[in-house]
């Protein structure tokens, strides 16, 4: 009882140390949380309904909790302060100051939210980290979030959950701090949706990996001062052969071979990267060596429920902005909106994000309490890469030749979000899965 009573008393200090940190939310949590309840209540009872009923018009929540809501209030303020006013400066840089943001994220706790207290995590469930990237989806553009996201729950779970503490303690413990960046090497040139094909390999030499190969594709790799590598560790079959590494990006051998550009995603720096003779020592192997595939499996089912969470708000954000502009746009004496085709289409599109926020939610609530949720994820996933092209196009449509430009949301929305059917395992890749689940895929 003493112990358990330790255990939420540790917890609680250290949440309350996070955002005691975070100058923004001088309130504790209780207060800023019955602030909200009570905004809520008179919102509800006012006579004009809702034109949403997302997340944040309820309380009465299926996963989030009062907890959930105010550390979506404190992220909300700094993205108001810290990221939103210069988004349209760092899309045109082609790059954002990663260090510089994640050290106010850091700072703020929002970084480590599911990571262990002892590393400087905030200990929370994986319900918090949703609740985070939906949060997060109210960044005006996609390449900032998916840095974010990176950083989080996608190079740093198999860490957490599997690296030695003098591992953690090198690498995990910075990153949630915000002093260091980090990317994810999976993907080469010849192996993007067949992770299992990948070449480069990290040959044992007395103490140390000599690596030599390449990564494509990573996001942060510009910046980033560690990367969890995933390579071939000795000549087993694949799948069995495979370890992650935590590489320091500083070694010598490792070449930052260009920056690529892309059609969306501006902010965001995506690297190709070459190794050469690297050396790093074995004990940087996460885990047990040869179990990379399977970490990295394991790791793809957040990354993949965190990517369907970002781009929630997103489309709810498009969505609202699109009814605001055709509400007050006027073609043959009435607006835009008036026309059915146009608040029917979306009312639909509407109707399928919250369809996909309940799976998203059943997916995440069934995942904290320890079941394989991959059917889920996956299918939430391809749902989800399917929707944003739906949603961005219509939406587009509505703007007129306004859409066409760069300087609405929509269009950012539109190029960024292509992303999603093809990043993190293609919608292909999503319904082999799903097949396979549902043993409907022909054995070869
Ligand atoms: C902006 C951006 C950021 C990225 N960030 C990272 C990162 O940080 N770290 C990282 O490791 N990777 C990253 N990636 C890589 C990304 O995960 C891969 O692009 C993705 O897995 C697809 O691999 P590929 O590009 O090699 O396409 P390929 O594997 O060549 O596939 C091409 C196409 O084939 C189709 N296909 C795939 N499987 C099947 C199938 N079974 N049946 C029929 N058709 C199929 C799909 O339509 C797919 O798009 C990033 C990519 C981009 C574009």
């Known amino acids: ?65 009062d907890t959930h809501f105010a550390l979506k209030e404190s992220l909300n303020k700094i993205i108001g302060q810290e990221i939103n006013p210069y988004v349209d400066e760092w899309e045109k ?37 949703v609740a985070v990237s939906e949060e997060l989806g109210n960044i005006r553009c996609g390449g900032v979030p998916m840095a974010i996201g990176v950083q ?6 198999a860490l957490a959950r599997f690296g030695s503490p003098e591992l953690k303690e090198a690498f995990l413990v910075p990153t949630i701090s915000g002093d260091k960046v980090c990317c994810l090497g999976v993907s080469e040139v010849g192996a993007g949706s067949d992770v299992a094909s990948i070449m480069t390999e990290a040959v044992r030499k007395g103490d140390e990996f000599v690596i030599n ?53 501006w902010s965001s ?4 990267v070459f190794f050469d003779d690297v050396r790093v020592p074995c004990k940087n192997v996460i885990g047990q060596e040869g179990m990379g595939f399977t970490y990295q499996m394991l790791q793809f089912q957040e990354e993949r429920l965190w990517g369907v969470a970002n781009v ?26 008036h026309h059915q085709s146009v608040h029917f289409r979306l009312a639909e599109l509407a109707t399928e994000v919250e369809l996909l926020r309940s799976l998203l939610h059943r997916a995440t609530a069934l995942y904290i309490k320890g079941n394989d949720v991959t059917k889920l994820a996956s299918m939430a996933k391809l749902k989800a890469g399917r929707l944003v092209r739906e949603v961005g196009d219509s939406c587009l449509q509505y703007w007129g030749g306004m859409g066409f430009t760069s300087e609405v949301l929509v269009s950012r929305f539109y190029r960024d979000s292509r992303l999603m059917s093809i990043g993190a395992g293609a919608d292909e890749v999503m319904l082999s899965i799903i097949c396979k689940y549902m043993d409907t895929l022909p054995r070869k």
Not at 18 to 27: P, S
Not at 99 to 104: D, R, V
Not at 152 to 157: F, K, L, N, S, V
Request: net charge positive; aromatic share 8%; charged share 20%.
């Open 1 to 65: 009882m003493r112990k358990s009573t330790d255990k939420i008393l540790t917890f609680t200090m250290a949440l309350w140390k996070r955002f005691r940190l975070l100058n923004l939310t001088c309130r504790p949590f209780y207060r800023s949380s019955s602030v909200c309840i009570r905004r809520k209540i008179s919102e509800n009872i006012s006579s004009k309904p809702k034109a949403s009923t997302d997340a944040k018009s309820t309380t009465d929540h299926l996963i989030y909790t």
């Open 93 to 129: 840089a082609g790059q954002f100051p990663a260090h510089k943001i994640f050290k106010i994220l850091g700072n703020a706790g929002f970084l480590g939210v599911t990571k262990p207290i002892e590393y400087g995590g905030l200990g929370l469930d994986f319900s918090y980290s």
């Open 152 to 157: 989080t729950d996608m190079a740093t779970p």
């Open 312 to 337: 929630l708000t997103a489309m709810d954000n498009v969505i609202q902005e699109t009814i605001q502009y055709t509400r007050q746009r006027k073609i043959f004496k009435q607006p835009v909106l």
């Open 269 to 272: 720096d995506t690297a190709e």
């Open 213 to 265: 190969g390449g990564k494509m594709w990573t996001t942060n790799g510009i910046q980033a001062d560690w990367m969890c590598l995933l390579a071939n560790t000795s000549d087993g079959p694949p799948h069995k052969n495979k370890s992650l590494i935590c590489l320091p990006m500083n070694l010598p051998g490792i070449h930052i071979a260009r920056k690529i550009n892309k059609i969306g995603m």
